[in-house]
């Protein structure tokens, strides 16, 4: 290696909260980035695999990261033609005069200085100010994007308007795992995250016991990626080695069901409540489930009983009934209750997927743990898995985990929390609510038709932290004595490509009541377009900063994020932008405390929890310092097995401290509620949604549309990297060169409405129309489209009709039942088309004449005027 | 001896690790004299290809893997006008870049298809094996270091002849003597199917089936599982049918199976002989 020639540590996941994994090695020479490669755990550390022995065979830990495909292909994020770079404003956007808000998302962008972007946000603060009061700003300053600390990803904003005095956040709901907080908490507690949260050391119980794994709307050959990493892929062939059934039940063959399914069961998108009564049922009539267990585990087990029986409604939910909801075959529906009621069996899940944000999804769930609860959950072998983001979701269940700590493999010695430090330049604003607050997905009701004297309300601050409790309380915008909202601050411009009812949101970003809307983000993608100025921002290889790979399950690693290139253009880190806009506003030195970026790296090495295992000197010297397994890895509970055994003991946090079948808490405060009644439903349709199969809607829109976490993007983020747009699976190619979005269609589907392999094709509703590429293929059931989320909104009419895929932006626009505050994003009705794409261009020669990049995708230049 | 790579085409879960890592390595990278960089998109030195099998719902996935074999009879070696071709004392076959001078001949010549043509440098580009980092210690390209699942393995001949024994290679038939070896190719198929009783409306289990070649004799017989799915894996391409048998029941006849691809034959309907 020559003088100009080094190598980097750095977290590559895509989390962005502070928390990072994905760990690579990026080697360096003259400036340049040359190459990123997983990381290599004894590069500089004599460390030892952990191993796990079952059935006379052993699995032993990775020595290297197992990254994901957008980790190691990074290079064209940090490159990409779609970087902002330089601060912009739109030409038809006048502080002082017209503000023109009907044009955004069509009109242009001129470029201007640093100094005349932090003038202008700093005076549209004081305007606002005076004219409104602070709470007419919002934040959105929440959601995914690169791991950073310092120059966290999200939030200084907040931090910085929490210093001028107020304004108004938009909350984030448990966007990924709606159904489990909604749903699920009310079944089993599992606070807060609703899911199942006691993963500790299950699987060594798996590898030892478990006859059959569900892998139930997951997949966990995707989901996991962005976190960390691919360990589960391993595991789950190692799980076959030991001869552990493995069956997929999803509407399509996911990437896993692809490489490891022994069975996989079609099912349409968001009925897998149908599907779990019908089970219940067969239990119920065979005897075949747990009693002994129900008995001194269950409250409200009679009620569930009445319920599926037909007993409530004079409905049995037989398999033949869910047969009709479901499309699984009755008969396999009575082979699968046999299979789980024989041996031990575990389910799986992901953070939850399309079924845990569906309409009604609330019922999916819970009716899944009550099903867990039928078999003695907690018992060797009878576990909920899940799958990804290890180390999240056990972050402090009760007091009994560190941080960090309820991981189902052998847990590191040591999780260091710099979340919690003064280094993350967000902390402590995050989870403390100002006066008043939107949840994310309530903010195109909010803008679009709440007034003062007509506020729109809502249960639960929908933040991922609030305990269940929390789901009773009213709320309201605008809140007395607020004002409404009348400017955005976005650092994560991603509303129309992630949430729901997209065009509705579109509809919100033109309103007129907002007078200004500031993004500040790496690329010009989604809700930029929307923006009446953008600002550059560095990517993680720009800045230094110190992170730490929690997720990777092999080993923690502690690492000195060091910068690796200049800046691109003129861009700033987001803590860099915030530090020159408090400059204006004269807030700067109680903004950075006095301190500089490199002492805050020192505060979150020497806070973080690492004190005493390496010396800051050590660190320094090797860039970073892999975290040993914690010796006493083995004595750690069990999941759930506590409560199975002693559950008066070790009670749930339910208020009984029981699984409740029925809860008395939803009776009690919402008797009336007919879409998330005390005991889990099948609901058909509510007042909220009318997206099933059989319905008069469905005459319209005949194909329910399943919408994954996509497979080469974690959400919205890497649709612009050329290397992954290359596979078929991704991008499809039309015939004006434009890659579209793939969507897997059944052959039958298509035949019938004369689509081809590879044609574009138009997916619409009432909401609006998005064009993707057909492939056409045996791995989706028919009656189903497969969609994956987060495409790059390409608006041809902004509001009505895209061209990037973006299928966010026709998703139901209600939340997931009356009560239910979470977002819907999947299992929904669409009818799908052949288009006429020569004619669309030459309806809309302008859209089709956009600066386009063969290998990216759309470039920044067409932002330009 | 030298070294050679193999690949286990039934542990790739496709993650596409391998073709993106070649890319990040050659992609605006100059390596001369091993290659020149490659261009930014459209080559693939290693190249994933999706193979989707059977109908819903037996439906599974395979990933083909397609690279330079690295042959030592390789074809596009005497191919070459300008003797730009060679091939190392480690095995690896590489195109010089500054001796080829586009003529194309290699990539006509190659029986696999795998040389690619640049058409900026105007040169013919594949995989290297990364031997520029072979010769700074490195163990293995980048391509294997990238996999997440131990799909891929590079190392000496002479330590990886268990693996070796396991596998097979790619168009033996072109005697290219390739250094590339491969397990579980997806040359064979699976012919699976379901048995059901439609007036129990229930799956049958433990129903016996036999596949039977063309030439009438059994290829093997199995027992329904749970859900009367059974699955007759890696067969070899070609006409064979199915015998259907179950105490109690009529015993049927699936025939002819044209097993080209993977074939789901469908569900099966078994009676019951009283039922007759």
């Known amino acids: 290696m020559t003088e100009n020639e080094r190598t980097v540590v750095k977290g590559l996941s895509f989390n962005g909260v502070v928390q990072d994994g994905n760990t690579v090695q990026v080697d360096l020479k003259d400036g340049k980035i040359v190459r990123i490669r997983p990381f290599h755990f004894d590069w500089k550390y004599d460390r030892k695999p952990w191993r796990i022995e079952a059935r006379g065979k052993v699995f032993e830990c990775s020595m290297k990261v197992l990254i994901p495909p957008f980790t190691l292909a990074y290079k064209n994020r940090v490159h990409s033609p779609n970087r902002v770079m330089y601060p912009l404003k739109r030409v038809d956007w006048d502080p002082k005069g017209e503000r023109n808000p009907q044009n955004r998302g069509k009109s242009k962008y001129v470029r201007i200085s640093w100094d005349e972007a932090t003038d202008l946000v700093a005076s549209e603060i004081r305007r606002i100010e005076k004219e409104y009061g602070l709470s007419a700003v919002l934040l959105q300053q929440d959601g995914h994007g690169e791991g950073k600390v310092v120059h966290t990803t999200h939030g200084c904003n907040r931090k910085m308007m929490s210093l001028l005095g107020n304004y108004t956040v938009q909350n984030r709901n448990p966007d990924s795992w709606e159904g489990w907080y909604w749903g699920a908490k009310h079944v089993w507690g599992c606070e807060p995250v609703g899911k199942a949260a006691y993963q500790s050391n299950i699987i060594p119980d798996i590898a030892e016991h478990t006859q059959t794994l569900l892998h139930i709307g997951n997949d966990p050959e995707t989901t996991p990626w962005g976190w960390g990493g691919q360990t589960v892929s391993r595991l789950l062939y190692w799980f076959t080695e030991l001869g552990i059934k493995q069956i997929f039940v999803c509407p399509e063959v996911n990437y896993g069901a692809a490489v490891h399914a022994d069975k996989w069961i079609p099912i349409r998108p968001n009925t897998d409540a149908a599907l779990y009564f019908a089970i219940a049922y067969q239990w119920l009539q065979a005897g075949t489930y747990d009693k002994e267990y129900v008995d001194t585990h269950v409250v409200g087990f009679d009620k569930f009983a009445a319920y599926v029986l037909g007993e409530e409604d004079g409905v049995p939910k037989t398999p033949k009934w869910a047969e009709e909801k479901t499309g699984v075959p009755s008969r396999i529906i009575k082979a699968l209750a046999r299979v789980w009621a024989a041996a031990p069996t575990c389910t799986t899940h992901g953070n939850g997927g399309n079924m845990a944000r569906a309409p009604y999804a609330t019922e999916n769930m819970r009716a899944e743990v009550c099903l867990l609860g039928m078999q003695g959950l907690g018992k060797p072998g009878r576990h909920m898995l899940t799958t990804i983001e290890w180390g999240l979701m056990g972050v402090r269940v009760g007091d009994k985990f560190p941080f960090g700590g309820s991981v189902p493999v052998p847990r590191h010695l040591v999780y260091p929390d710099l979340i919690s430090t003064p280094a993350n330049r967000a902390a402590p604003t995050v989870g403390d609510l100002p006066a008043q607050f939107i949840p994310k997905d309530l903010i195109h009701f909010a803008i679009n038709e709440a007034t003062p004297e007509k506020p729109i309300t809502w249960y639960g601050t929908t933040q991922s932290r609030a305990l269940t409790e929390n789901q009773f309380v009213k709320y309201q915008y605008p809140v007395e004595g607020c004002s409404e909202v009348h400017m955005i601050w976005t650092d994560s411009p991603s509303l129309v490509t992630c949430w729901n009812d997209g065009n509705y949101i579109s509809q919100a970003f033109q309103n007129p009541k907002i007078e200004f809307i500031v993004a500040q983000h790496p690329w010009i993608e989604n809700d930029c377009q929307f923006a009446d100025l953008i600002l550059p921002v560095t990517t993680k290889f720009e800045n230094n900063d110190i992170g730490v790979d929690n997720y990777s399950a092999e080993f923690g690693t502690l690492f000195y994020d060091a910068k690796c290139i200049e800046p691109k253009g003129e861009s700033k880190s987001d803590y860099e932008v915030v530090c020159a806009i408090a400059e204006k506003l004269g807030v700067l030195e109680q903004f950075t405390e006095g301190k500089s970026v490199d002492d805050y790296i020192r505060i979150g090495f020497d806070q973080c929890g690492i004190a005493g295992l390496v010396t800051w000197e050590e660190f320094m010297e090797k860039g970073h310092y892999v975290i040993p397994t914690d010796p006493e890895w083995e004595k750690h509970d069990i999941g759930l097995r506590p409560f199975a055994e002693d559950p008066e003991n070790h009670p749930l946090t339910t208020p009984t401290g029981k699984l409740e079948f029925y809860s008395q808490r939803l009776a009690d405060h919402f008797p009336d509620d007919q879409e998330r009644p005390p005991v889990p439903h099948w609901i058909e349709r509510g007042s909220g949604h009318d997206e099933r199969i059989g319905g008069d809607r469905a005459k319209l829109y005949p194909i329910l549309c399943l919408s994954n976490h996509p497979r080469w993007r974690v959400h919205s983020e890497h649709d612009d990297m050329q290397w992954l747009r290359e596979i078929e699976t991704n991008k499809i190619v039309g015939p004006d060169g434009y890659a579209y979005q793939a969507a897997f269609v059944h052959p039958i589907d298509a035949e019938k409405r004369g689509i081809k392999h590879h044609d574009v094709i138009k997916v619409c509703n009432e909401r609006g129309a998005v064009l993707v590429g057909a492939y056409v293929t045996e791995r989706v059931m028919p009656g189903v489209i497969s969609i994956d989320h987060g495409a790059r909104y390409d608006p041809i009419v902004p509001g009505e009709l895209d061209r990037g895929g973006a299928i966010n932006l026709i998703t139901p626009r209600n939340t997931i039942s009356k009560n239910a505050t979470g977002m819907v994003s999947g299992g929904f009705l669409v009818e799908i088309a052949p288009v006429d794409l020569e004619g669309l261009a030459r309806q809309y020669p302008e859209a089709f004449a956009q600066p386009y990049d063969k290998g990216t995708g759309l470039a920044w230049e067409r932002m330009l005027a | ?276």
């Open chain 2, 1 to 276: 001896m030298g070294k050679v790579m193999v690949i286990d085409i039934g542990k790739c879960n496709g993650c596409y690790n391998c073709q993106v890592a070649c890319k990040d390595e050659h992609v605006d990278n100059d390596w001369t004299p091993i290659a020149k960089p490659q261009p930014d998109t459209g080559h693939f030195w290693m190249k994933v290809t999706d193979i989707v099998q059977g109908t819903v719902p037996k439906v599974r996935v395979r990933y083909m893997l397609d690279t330079c074999q690295h042959c030592d009879e390789a074809s596009c070696i005497p191919a070459c006008r300008s003797k730009a071709i060679y091939k190392r004392e480690d095995g690896a076959v590489i195109i010089d870049p500054e001796k080829c001078r586009g003529a194309g001949d290699c990539i006509k010549a190659c029986p696999y298809g795998i040389i690619y043509w640049n058409d900026e440098a105007k040169i013919a580009q594949k995989c290297t094996w990364c031997a520029h980092l072979l010769d700074q210690g490195w163990k293995e390209p980048r391509c294997v270091d990238a996999c997440p699942t131990g799909a891929l393995t590079f190392g000496e001949e002479s330590e990886l002849q268990d693996l070796i024994a396991k596998a097979e290679v790619l168009k033996p038939e072109a005697g290219a003597k390739p250094r590339v070896y491969y397990i579980d190719l997806p040359n064979k198929y699976f012919i699976a199917g379901a048995v059901y009783e439609p007036e129990a409306d229930e799956c049958l289990e433990g129903v016996k089936v036999t596949l039977i070649g063309a030439d009438g004799r059994s290829r093997g017989t199995l027992n329904t599982d749970d859900f009367g799915d059974f699955w007759f894996e890696r067969q070899e391409p070609g006409r064979y049918s199915l015998r259907v048998e179950k105490d109690g029941y009529l015993s049927k006849t699936i025939e002819p199976i044209e097993a080209l691809e993977d074939i789901n034959v469908g569900d099966i309907e078994l009676h019951r002989e009283s039922a007759e």
